[in-house]
Nanobody, 123 residues
Framework: HVQLVESGGGLVQVGGSLRLSCVASVDTIGRYCMGWSRQAPGREREGVAAPDQEGRTNYADFVKGRFTISRDNNTNILYLQMDRLIPEDTGVYYC??????????????????WGQGTQVTVS
């Protein structure tokens, strides 16, 4: 049973940067589809970044050019580098994983495992 633990959130000024980490308690995350989502206050959770099955990275329009997703299959960590943060980026950020591929686009697909989330506040 895989568990995901996010960290790296915090309070940052507009224009600043944060790097989120998601540690997965599995033998290797290489077998999992993984992605980052966020939930802003009063809004539904939305996909932020995730690779597709061909390995191409998909980013939501509102983070393109500012966020970078990466993964280290040796240490089982998924990262989200967030640069040029704006107040609209405030929210709880979640990583998610699923062993099963999906026909849905990576940013809207369902995942079976979610982390507890890490709060990001930009002011």
């Amino acid at each position: 049973h895989v568990q995901l633990v996010e960290s790296g959130g915090g309070l940052v000024q507009v224009g600043g940067s944060l790097r989120l980490s998601c540690v997965a308690s599995v033998d290797t995350i290489g077998r999992y589809c993984m992605g980052w989502s966020r939930q802003a206050p009063g809004r539904e959770r939305e996909g932020v970044a995730a690779p597709d099955q061909e390995g191409r990275t998909n980013y939501a329009d509102f983070v393109k050019g500012r966020f970078t997703i990466s993964r280290d299959n040796n240490t089982n960590i998924l990262y989200l580098q967030m640069d040029r943060l704006i107040p609209e980026d405030t929210g709880v950020y979640y990583c998610a994983a699923d062993m099963r591929p999906s026909m849905l686009p990576p940013l809207v697909r369902a995942y079976s495992v979610w982390g507890q989330g890490t709060q990001v506040t930009v002011s």
